[in-house]
């Protein structure tokens, strides 16, 4: 398959990028490279990339409604992996508007390109967050989500809307995913699991908020990849008049109170960690945990990678690539 990937310079889109390319799919990925975390680790992914056969790179905005037209425009996608977002709860208290342009218009205009292509199959990125103020645990899919507690969540909710009017007006097949915390070598730095290694590992304090009484339904990439691909590769069922678009979340179905989580930390780096503790924080929610029977019923899927050996791995990545600083 051809196929369009955006965000691939993130660290969920490098991982998809290179699964698809190793089961021989053709991928033109693409990024705007922003500075929202250090550009050079994104610039690093697309080297793990660069000399895989079948990928192609461009840099560009998806909010940028004539680039975007033109790239549908000019190539013909088999399906679409739509990732690239501003990502980060907290950061969309600081800064609103990069996540109405990116989320937002980005996602209207891969939308827009996706119904005037005729493309057969769009992949999205959605987030545990549009559970929001929910506390019924595991989160289903069927419960309603229409109480966000950040513009991020908000952004994320929007983009489902967005999908299953498009599927209901122009048949265009969408599925959604709702990713629940994933973790792994690459992760982001803006993360628990990047940040708290950091510290620990420069010997400064780590802040669990809430007291440390927060849980995380933590997944690790290759989990998350595998549905992603098994999703893409698999013909959409068909979206129409009338017709519900998909929706899915990908966790791994428990939950991890955060402490445990930087014990596993701990027991990995070698190291205790200084823990402070800070109240709740504004946009956060308390706990996540996916119910993932859905997912388990459309495609067979098992998650399989234990927290400590998808920790061990997120180390060994992190004192690899940052070799000399306090690893
Ligand atoms: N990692 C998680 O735990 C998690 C959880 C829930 C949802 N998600 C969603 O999954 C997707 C991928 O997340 P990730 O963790 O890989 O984040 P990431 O920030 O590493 O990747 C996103 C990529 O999109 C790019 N991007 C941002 N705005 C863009 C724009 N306007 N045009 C082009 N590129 C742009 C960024 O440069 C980045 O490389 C996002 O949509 C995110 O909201 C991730």
Known sequence: MKLLVTGAAGFIGMHSCKRLLEAGHEVLGIDDLNAYYDPALKQARLEQLRPLPGFAFRKLDVADEAAMSALFAGSRFDAVLHLAAQVGVRYSLENPMAYVSSNVAGFLN????????????????SSSSVYGANIELPFREDQRVDAPISLY?????????????????YGVPCTGLRFFTVYGPWGRPDMAPFLFTRAILEG??????????????????????????????????GAGAGEKTRLF??????LVNLREFVRALERELGRSARIELAPMQAGDMRETCASTERLRAAIGYAPATPLQEGVARFIAWYRAHYAGANA
């Open 204 to 237: 400064r304090p780590i802040r669990l908020f809430n007291g440390g009484d927060m849980g995380r339904d933590f997944t690790y990439i290759d989990d998350i990849v595998d549905a992603v691909v098994q999703l893409l590769e698999r013909p959409h069922p």
């Open 110 to 125: 891969v939308l827009e390109g996706c119904r005037k292509a005729g493309i057969a199959h769009l992949c999205y990125a």
């Open 153 to 169: 969540a908000a952004t994320k909710r929007a983009n489902e809307l967005m999908a299953e009017c498009y599927g209901r007006l």
């Open 249 to 254: 979340n990908l966790g791994l179905g428990a």
